[in-house]
């Protein structure tokens, strides 16, 4: 059983006998089922009873059930209600819109709606780009996904994707100020996803692409860049990738080695591994194996996917073909985009001395952290109950930031590591060490920053052309 989380947060109301120890009982009874009691609220009080609101994380469903059992097993104690807090937050959805202009009498209707804006009606369409201007395309993107590989839950479709990019949404709101609205799509052929983002385009400033699965994603991200004049961004390549950079740089820092001098052995070769792999390449690494399902890839094996085709092409200097337990003999850094419990503690202690172990799958990583952190010099996951959450949040919220402000629709390399290195730069040399390597998702100058590197890298003269 994995620890309690937040992700599976109850209130439980309960009616108990009116003693002075009855809610240290509730409480105690919560903690020996494994439940962690958040908060403990009497919600009506009289001579006999009392009626509680006990609060607690947990780690399942089948684990809440066990924790109601517990205390509707004390004597005098009756469960009324349980109430599951992670759906209450979504109830009704996440985000509403709310007019920014006050609409308190005619005057102010003419101007806003008819007649007058007919005249805002004209002036774009005398000049398209006065949209970016005058309307929400100065601050919207859209948050587009098909459903297909949503979270660690697979292709679940687009009503269950729904919640997923509310909560993006949210996020880009809280941390950057970005208006931004999900547009979960019922169709999984690529031209058709083209199409329909093609066709409402003029609505937004730019597009995030969330949750398709590879290796459609990579078409369907490249096509919409060369056939759109905003910026595409696909989160789960790039967002992941820019942030394990930025965790890396800091992580090697930790332990006195170099970028370009490590052997980095990546687990998992969809969209995020890809991605990862490329930047990492961007900023100076030369030795990375990367593993699928069936080992390393290597020079001279078939692919059918572009994709693995170019790693195989650009990784692997040494042409292994082992296994994913053999490559990681020696390594010094294993990056895990893949699945769950891959790797066991025997593994990790294979690694070179200090080894850094980032093991990002979600919610369950490669290898338990507890485990790997008895090897490694440095651990981290995606999870944030653990030291080290490596988290997308930390970089697109900032990333559209700068895109907007920047008006740039290009998204460069150059960009990608000067954001990485823009939230590494968030942990001073005074804060760095073993269990702090990146900064807080809720650091409110981690965004403002890394728009700043965006706008500064498009903003730069282009380098000058030999004759």
Request: glycine share 8%.
């Amino acid at each position: 059983m994995g620890a309690p989380s937040p992700g599976y947060s109850l209130t439980i109301r309960v009616e108990a006998p009116a003693t002075i120890t009855a809610t240290s009982e509730l409480a105690a009874a919560v903690g020996a089922a494994g439940g962690s009691v958040t908060a403990l609220d009497v919600v009506e009080s009289g001579h006999d009873n009392v009626v509680v609101d006990v609060s607690c994380n947990t780690t399942d469903t089948s684990h809440a059930e066990q924790i109601r059992g517990a205390l509707d097993d004390l004597e005098g104690v009756h469960v009324r209600k349980v109430s599951d807090r992670t759906l209450l937050m979504h109830l009704g959805g996440k985000l509403e819109i709310n007019p920014k202009v006050a609409l308190r009498n005619r005057d102010d209707l003419s101007r806003a709606y008819t007649p007058g804006v007919a005249r805002v009606c004209q002036a774009i369409a005398a000049n398209k780009d006065d949209a970016r201007r005058l309307t929400v395309k100065r601050n919207t993107i859209a948050v587009v996904s098909d459903g297909s590989a949503v979270l660690g839950l697979g292709n679940i479709g687009p009503e269950a994707a729904l919640p997923v990019m509310e909560g993006k949404a949210a996020l880009f709101k809280q941390f950057a100020g970005v208006d931004a609205w999900p547009v979960c799509l019922d169709t999984q052929d690529t031209e058709e996803i083209i199409a329909v983002v093609k066709a409402i385009a003029p609505v937004y400033g730019g597009v995030n692409l969330e949750d398709i699965a590879a290796p459609r994603c990579f078409e369907i991200e490249r096509r919409l860049r060369d056939e759109l004049d905003i910026p595409v961004f696909h989160d789960d390549q790039h967002g992941t990738a820019i942030v394990t950079l930025a965790a890396l740089v800091n992580a090697l820092k930790v332990v006195g080695k170099q970028i370009g001098d490590v052997k980095i052995v990546v687990s998992g070769v969809g969209a995020a591994g890809h991605a990862i792999i490329g930047l990492l390449q961007a900023s100076g690494a030369t030795n990375i194996v990367a593993c699928g399902r069936n080992g390393a890839i290597a020079r001279g094996q078939e692919h059918t996917d572009a994709h693995r085709v170019w790693i195989a092409e650009n990784t692997n200097p040494e042409g292994f073909t082992g296994s994913l337990h053999e490559a990681i003999v020696g390594a010094d850094v294993f990056i895990g985009v893949s699945g769950p419990n891959i790797l066991a503690e025997e593994h990790v202690a294979s690694m070179a001395k200090d080894s850094i172990v980032f093991a990002m799958a979600n919610p369950d990583p490669e290898v338990d952290p507890a485990a790997a952190g008895r090897h490694a010099a440095v651990v981290a996951t995606g999870r944030s109950d653990f030291p080290n959450q490596i988290n997308n949040v930390l970089a697109f919220p900032g990333v559209f930031r700068g895109l907007l402000d920047a008006q740039t629709s290009e998204i460069t390399d150059e960009m990608l590591v000067a954001a990485a290195e823009a939230i590494a730069s968030r942990v001073s040399d005074a804060e760095l060490n073993p269990g702090f390597i990146i900064p807080s998702v809720f650091d409110p100058k981690v965004a403002t920053e890394v728009a700043a590197a965006i706008v500064a890298v498009a903003s730069a003269p282009a380098p000058a052309t030999a004759n």
